[in-house]
């Protein structure tokens, strides 16, 4: 029996390569034995502040690193279209199976995307913008496949927001988003890891300008 995977092992990854390895062996227990056991507060609150945030206009979503689909479970009750997008080919197949995807993309995101130009109303993230996973440099792809007025919404693990710069990408980009609403909450609802329990991340809440520079 393989050794049961956790967070230590998640915030361990240095390259893509070790993600989709990590997630290859995962994606069968990630929802029992990480998400429903730590009670993984990331995607329902991500849900929460797109409902509070989103208007009629925004779609479709794009669920940046989607994983096992998390969100998009969250999100199926908007009603809107929701693509699902992820390195990990295994965690995907089990977001296909949950039926609230409209399309399943296997992409890296810190990469050129095969989207074109202005195509998303929105775009939702949890848990990919953290330790050993994807830094701020993919705002500049993920702006470019956002609707003019798209809404962005996303966790940043609170320890990376200033260590990685994402604080430092904010202002560079800042001509062209509206200055992003941050609110910090507590990862997990039931984590006893003495190391990783407590972890924060912010939610940055944003919109793409209608007139991009």
């Known amino acids: 029996m393989s050794e049961k995977k956790g967070v230590k092992d998640a915030y361990s990854i240095k390259t893509p390569e070790d993600s989709i390895n990590l997630y290859r062996s995962w994606a069968s227990t990630y929802d ?115 609707q003019p007025g798209g809404l962005f919404v996303f966790t940043i693990h609170n320890k990376l927001y200033k260590k990685a710069g994402f604080d430092k990408k904010f202002k560079e980009i800042q001509k062209n988003i509206t200055e992003p609403k941050l609110h910090e909450i507590l990862v997990y609802g039931n984590n006893p890891d003495e190391n990783y329990g407590n972890d924060k991340v912010i939610i940055a809440i944003f919109r793409k300008k209608k007139i991009y520079i």
């Open 32 to 146: 029992i034995d990480f998400a429903k056991q730590n009670d993984y507060r990331s995607p329902i609150e991500i849900a929460k502040y797109f409902d509070k945030y989103s208007n009629n206009n925004d779609t479709p979503i794009l669920d940046v690193g989607a994983g096992t689909g998390l969100v998009g479970e969250c999100l199926k009750s908007s009603s809107k279209e929701i693509d699902a997008l992820d390195i990990s080919p295994e965690m995907l197949e089990i977001a296909r199976l949950k039926n609230c995807y409209s399309k399943i993309i296997e992409a890296d995101v810190t990469k050129r995307l095969s989207i074109n130009d202005n195509h998303y109303g929105a775009i939702v993230s949890a848990g990919t913008f953290t330790h050993g996973h994807v830094g701020p440099s993919a705002f500049d792809e993920l702006l470019r496949i956002a």
